[in-house]
Structure formats: C-alpha cells, structure tokens
C-alpha cells in the first residue's frame, strides 16, 4: 500500500479512506482497466448459432489484439493474488458467477428465439466461452500471431461441432 501510495502521491491514509481494504483496491483496479468483448453478436437472433460464434471469436480476437500489454500484465497480477487471497477469490467467484448466470440466460433466450439449442446449459456455455477465450490469450502471451481472428473463429465454432 505504501508504494500505491506513494505512486498515486497520496498518503496511505489518504489511499485507505477511499478503498477500506486491499481487495476493494484490487477490484477498483480491475474494474477500470477490464477488457470487455461486446457480446452481442451471441445474442443475434438472425444467425444460427455457429455463424455468432465465428463472429465472437473475430471480436474476441481483435479486441485483445488492441489491449495495451500492460494489461495482460495486470491481469497476471490479479489471477496470482487471488490464489493467495482466498477472500478476494471468494468475491471473484461471485462475480464470475453472476456474469455466467446472466451471460447463460441471455444465450438460451437468445436460442429460444432462433428455435436452436445450445450444445449446453447456457450458464456452462459462457463458462466454456470464458475459459477457450482465456487458454487462447495465454497462447499468444507466447505468440502473437496466435490473436489472429479466423483463428479464433475456428475455436470458437467448433463448440457448436456435434461430438458424436
């Protein structure tokens, strides 16, 4: 705190009477510098589903190719202190789950209208979409050649592949 503090040239008083603990600090932090994919394209009623995914995969893609380095750097910072902070994970949990619940519902309604099923539970689709987006950025963390759009809209269009 001592360094924030000092970073922000305030006292850490100062910093305290704004943000009452760390983790409110840290989520302050985060929720000014998310990275937001607008999720619309999901949610188009005149594609068939797999046409959406494509579509989000592009926007997925081109949107973290625009995202200043520094913060996929923050984000590191972020995921490493939830592992040690297990009452900020608890939060984070919460959040991600609240996202997930409305995300899902937003995607079966959306399914409903197009008379589609989704290949699973709305609320576990998001969950997969989340976690193929954050596996694909952790690639190209090592490759940026990885962030290329047809790349991503392959991924993600192969969740609406039929396994059998």
Do not use: W
């Not at 893609?61 to 994970?89: E, F, N």
């Amino acid at each position: 705190m001592d360094l924030i503090a000092k970073a922000a040239g305030l006292t850490k008083g100062a910093v305290y009477s704004n943000f009452r603990t760390k983790d409110e600090l840290i989520f302050a932090v985060m929720d000014e510098h998310r990275t937001i994919v607008d999720p619309s394209s999901l949610l188009d009623a005149t594609l068939p589903l797999r046409l959406q995914l494509r579509d989000f995969g592009r926007a997925v893609a081109k949107t973290l190719r625009g995202a200043d380095r520094q913060l996929v750097l923050l984000d590191r910072a972020l995921q490493t202190y939830l592992l040690s902070h297990p009452r900020a994970m608890k939060q984070y949990r919460r959040m991600l789950r609240d996202i997930c619940d409305l995300g899902g519902t937003a995607l079966e309604e959306a399914a409903a209208k197009r008379d589609e099923a989704l290949p699973m539970p709305g609320r576990q689709f998001v969950e997969v979409l989340m976690a193929l987006t954050r596996g694909m950025v952790d690639g190209a963390l090592h490759d940026a050649d990885l962030l290329d759009e047809e790349r991503f809209a392959d991924a993600f269009a192969l969740l609406c592949a039929d396994p059998r």
